[in-house]
């Protein structure tokens, strides 16, 4: 009993370590163009506005792309620790600690070891990467997560988590809009006509999940955003429900996209983006399978409800030629839980070791990162000589790391507007590939990359 004991506190320490890790790193390398430096430019923005209802894109530039959520947290973020990168990432650490919490809750309910399941999932690539990372993923995973396990335990008679099941899916509303919606669908019709047949289910799905309160519970909770939303943008609705769910998939080519453009992959490129993005732990999946088909309990209910939740993402989006990796993360609790149920008195080969391994990992890319890359992702190194207030213009685009690391004082001009601030000081960016073409001779380089330079103009 007490070598159990030693084992599950050693289990314990060795999870908490691997949070403790991620959670340190945060301040050690600056927010990435595009994305981390998108989101983080949007929190402060927001911030410093005093708009709390529209995220923006730019000054006086709403952005219709994504609901608030992951812009209320990072925002908060700043709020409380001031403009930083651990700020603006330490509420998506907290939101993927929740969504472990709740996934050890739910396996400790299902009889399946707890710390195991928790272990895996975090040391999952994509979950531990998005575990800070500042975008809508790890706060649409614990609404989905929260929906799934919500649903089960309604289904199981206990009728108060199916409405926690639906304050779930109003998370997700609010975290990436309706595709919450339609991944918990796909899980769950998924689930029900594989478990229970075609048409048996269906009318037991009215008797045992309060449908119609749930559903009024959601509304409650998300639908007032989306109104004064539209409300205060006019064109929000049509936008983020029709471009953004819709053309965006199944138009690889769409140009309706106000904030980018979308990717064109080949269609079921998400199935090869999970078996990479879940490392190391989709690599078990098949012997998982293995064990449990030819276990004494053989292929159960809830084996089978793990495994329709775990695809849902890649279901959703196989057709899909607009994906990235991290559209696979609000599968990978069910892929912690798989693994876990089907080794319930060892680990899985090598857990510890990999376990270990995970965090290393993240330190030694820390390291990496801030031994060059990061100058070509981010420009916080370019422009740390530039004084706290001053405004730096960019010959061009300017990257969102710009925006926020000179708090919104970067601006764009033209080689016109160039020639005209000769009487001037300033400081200036430009590409490599521009400072032959130019006259810039009362100019003096202060910084540079590979791929642009820092001076610092007067006359």
Not at 25 to 51: C, H, I, K, Q, W
Not at 430 to 458: M, P
């Amino acid at each position: 009993m007490k070598a159990m004991s030693r084992l599950a506190w050693g289990s314990l320490a060795l999870l908490v370590t691997i949070l403790i890790v991620r959670l340190v790193s945060l301040s050690f390398y600056p927010l990435m163009d595009t994305t981390e430096a998108r989101y983080g430019e949007m929190a402060r923005l927001m911030v410093e506005t005093g708009n709390w209802l529209t995220p923006l894109f730019d000054y006086n530039v709403p952005f219709w792309g994504k609901p608030p959520l992951h812009t209320w947290m990072s925002a908060l973020g700043l709020t409380v620790f001031g403009d930083n990168e651990f700020a603006v990432r330490v509420p998506h650490w907290l939101a993927a600690v929740a969504t472990l919490a709740l996934s050890g809750y739910f396996a400790k309910r299902l009889k399946i070891d707890a710390i195991k399941t928790c272990i895996i999932l975090s040391t999952c690539v994509v979950f531990y990467v998005s575990a800070g990372a500042v975008m809508t993923d790890m706060a649409l995973t614990f609404g989905l997560t929260l929906a799934m396990v919500g649903f089960y335990l309604c289904w199981q008679g206990e009728v108060r988590w199916g409405y926690w099941g639906f304050v779930g899916l109003a998370i997700g509303l609010l975290a990436k809009g309706p595709v919450v919606i339609v991944i918990m669908t796909i899980g769950v019709g998924l689930w029900l006509i594989w478990s229970q047949g075609l048409i048996q289910p269906w009318s037991r799905l009215w008797q045992k999940i309060p449908l119609l309160s749930g559903l009024a519970l959601m509304l409650a909770i998300a639908a007032p955003w989306y109104l004064l939303a539209e409300q205060a943008t006019p064109g929000f609705l049509q936008y983020f429900l029709v471009g953004e769910h819709w053309l965006r998939f199944v138009d690889s080519g769409w140009t309706g996209d106000l904030y980018g453009s979308a990717h064109d992959e080949p269609r079921g490129t998400i199935w090869l983006f999970f078996a990479v993005a879940a490392l190391p732990w989709s690599a078990f999946i098949p012997l998982a399978l293995w064990r449990i088909f030819n276990s004494d309990s053989g292929l159960t209910s809830l084996h089978q409800f793990l495994i329709c939740w775990m695809v849902a993402p890649m279901v959703l989006f196989t057709l899909a030629g607009n994906v990235l990796p991290a559209y696979v993360l609000p599968g990978i609790p069910a892929l912690a839980l798989l693994l876990a149920s089907a080794w319930p008195k060892t680990n899985l080969p090598g857990q510890t070791a990999i376990a270990i391994a995970i965090p290393l990992l993240i330190v030694a890319t820390v390291v990496l990162l801030n031994s060059g890359p990061t100058k070509l992702k981010s420009d916080k190194w370019l422009l740390t000589p530039v004084p706290k207030g001053e405004s730096v213009y960019y010959l061009g685009k300017r990257p969102f790391s710009s925006r926020f690391y000179s708090e919104g004082k970067s601006k764009t001009m033209t080689e016109d507007e160039l020639s005209a601030m000769a009487a001037v000081r300033y400081w200036l960016v430009v590409k490599q590939a521009q400072i032959s073409e130019l006259n810039l001779s009362y100019c003096t380089a202060v910084r540079e990359t590979k791929e642009k330079q820092l001076l610092q103009c007067q006359p």
